[in-house]
T-cell receptor, first 113, second 111 residues
Framework: KAGVTQTPRYLIKTRGQQVTLSCSPI?????VSWYQQTPGQGLQFLFE???????NKGNFPGRFSGRQFSNSRSEMNVSTLELGDSALYLC????????????FGPGTRLTVT | ELKVEQNPLFLSMQEGKNYTIYCNYS?????LYWYRQDPGKSLESLFV?????AVKQEGRLMASLDTKARLSTLHITAAVHDLSATYFC???????????FGTGTKLQVIP
């Protein structure tokens, strides 16, 4: 079956703008988690959505938000972009929330100039 | 707060040699993962370890878990160039799907 898909794959934005990233999980998976990967901070958990509800949130400012739709697709939004938001954003899907193996998408490479 | 430390951060080794990557963590966890990441690519799941004493092997890689010592190891046997990548350990904790990643170990296997 098809894997996790993320769109767009690459994105260049200017400071102060906002951006929306999309993630389509594996069919049947109801949990979607988002991660930010940077050379300095490594891989950091952003948040998890399960059945359209945010179940857990990492230590990121309120500029980072997300949502999940009834078909389990998820979007992540970053407002008022800063240079430090440049990163690889990975989403991962799993069948359930908690103790379920995650499958990662290819990521969206965001560059903020 | 769960903390996950890996060492070494960088590892350069010759083909045919053996080496071990260590993953230490600070609190109890529901399960431990090992992932591989090639440059510019996403994460590929290697192993999932669920219980104390768990050992899993795939090809030249073997992972083990000691929950009492809060330690997992990833052992590389007779390394080949294709194993060059960054390896992450990660732990699931907190009941929900929150995964905390280690710092990663960048492995370079020299032919």
């Amino acid at each position: 079956k098809a894997g996790v898909t993320q769109t767009p794959r690459y994105l260049i934005k200017t400071r102060g703008q906002q951006v929306t990233l999309s993630c389509s999980p594996i069919s049947g998976h109801r949990s979607v988690s988002w991660y930010q990967q940077t050379p300095g901070q490594g891989l950091q958990f952003l948040f998890e959505y399960f059945s359209e509800t945010q179940r857990n949130k990492g230590n990121f400012p309120g500029r980072f938000s997300g949502r999940q739709f009834s078909n389990s697709r998820s979007e992540m939004n970053v407002s008022t972009l800063e240079l430090g938001d440049s990163a690889l954003y990975l989403c991962a899907s799993s069948f359930t929330s908690g103790s379920s193996e995650q499958y990662f998408g290819p990521g969206t490479r965001l560059t903020v100039t | 707060e769960l903390k996950v430390e890996q060492n070494p951060l960088f590892l350069s080794m010759q083909e045919g040699k053996n080496y071990t990557i260590y993953c230490n963590y600070s609190t109890t966890s529901d399960r431990l993962y090992w992932y591989r990441q090639d440059p510019g690519k996403s994460l590929e799941s290697l192993f999932v370890l669920l219980s104390n004493g768990a050992v899993k092997q795939e090809g030249r890689l073997m992972a083990s878990l000691d929950t009492k010592a809060r330690l997992s190891t990833l052992h590389i046997t007779a390394a080949v160039h294709d194993l060059s990548a960054t390896y992450f350990c990660a732990l699931l904790s907190g009941g929900y799907q929150k995964v905390t990643f280690g710092t990663g170990t960048k492995l370079q296997v020299i032919p």
